[in-house]
């Protein structure tokens, strides 16, 4: 056993949990790099399989065009054309500073929440914000 009460493998080093903070934020980092990408190469976007066959926008529309706009620092045109993609974005991207700067200064990582209660609590609060941010979708893009 360590310290943390992992057991540590059979290289005796303990177990370090995964720092998702920087993972999700790095995946968001990536998708504004990519789409920046995207303008400058002068590649047009890609369709949207769902608007195409329902003419509805999907629950992520508008979302590419969000992260473009957070890449070009137009936090009001992100959050126009998808207000839960921008702010997923814009949070992720905050979480792994505050990560990597908790990392640099030697602190623990703040710990996930561990209550299946309070998980459950923040699945519904996601759940209702997307269906939320959805109906937006459906009243200004449609």
Not at 96 to 107: F, K, M, Q, T
């Amino acid at each position: 056993m360590t310290g943390n009460g992992k057991a540590a493998p059979s290289g005796g080093r303990p177990v370090r949990p995964v720092p998702w903070a920087l993972v999700l934020g790095a995946a968001a980092a990536l998708g504004v790099l990519f789409t920046r990408l995207l303008d400058a190469a002068g590649i047009p976007w890609f369709a949207c399989p769902f608007h195409d066959l329902t003419g509805f926008p999907c629950p992520t529309c508008g979302g590419m065009r969000a992260l473009a706009a957070l890449g070009a620092a137009d936090f009001s045109a992100a959050l126009r054309w998808n207000p839960m993609v921008a702010l997923t974005a814009a949070g992720l991207l905050l979480a792994a500073v505050a990560s990597l700067i908790r990392r640099a200064i030697r602190r623990r990582p703040l710990p996930l929440p561990s209550s299946p209660r309070l998980r459950r609590a923040l699945f519904l609060l996601f759940a209702a914000a997307w269906i939320v941010n959805w109906a937006y979708l459906i009243a200004v893009l449609h």
